[in-house]
């Protein structure tokens, strides 16, 4: 199970939410269920920062939104956006 | 480097756009710089399909876009979207 959380940062607030970021893939990396956890930069605009992430099954991703460093961290991040995170959550087909 | 390409399917065309990526797939994962590339479903909206990549690096993937099977398979996925793929390309930062 894969997810894509593409964000707007605005441009003054990139070290800021970067910082945040960091905490929250540290404790995330941890967490029984992850796969992979990182924050990505997008090649032609430097403002999209986007967690892609693997968890194992459905019940480790529901965990992670329900860790503490979720809960804490991540209504922190929405005061750097422009406008709200967009969330996919996918299966794998092929 | 990690690439996300994400499809709005028409709902009649979802087959016809995985026979298709099938051998996309195939070719694409024999590739020499491919250390990733999946067809994933959004789980609240099928006809979303999009393929997440990891590529070893700018040449790697840039030797996938010149591909005979890229070039030749990725034209015939339009016949089957609602609007066109949205491309990004991502850098670690994190």
């Excluded at 924050?39 to 939104?65: A, F, P, R």
């Excluded at 860790?67 to 929405?78: C, D, G, K, M």
């Excluded at 956006?81 to 959550?89: A, D, G, M, Q, R």
Aim: hydrophobic residues 30%.
């Amino acid at each position: 199970m894969k997810v894509v959380a593409k964000n707007q940062v605005k441009p003054e607030k990139i070290q800021e939410f970067m910082d945040l970021c960091k905490k929250l893939v540290e404790e995330s990396v941890k967490e029984e269920g992850c796969i992979e956890y990182g924050v990505y930069q997008e090649s032609e605009n430097s403002g999209i920062l986007t967690m892609l992430e693997e968890w194992k099954d459905e019940s480790s991703l529901d965990e992670h939104l329900k860790s503490r460093h979720f809960t804490e961290i991540f209504p922190l991040l929405s005061g750097c956006l422009e406008k709200e995170t967009e969330i996919s959550v996918y299966r794998k087909k092929l």
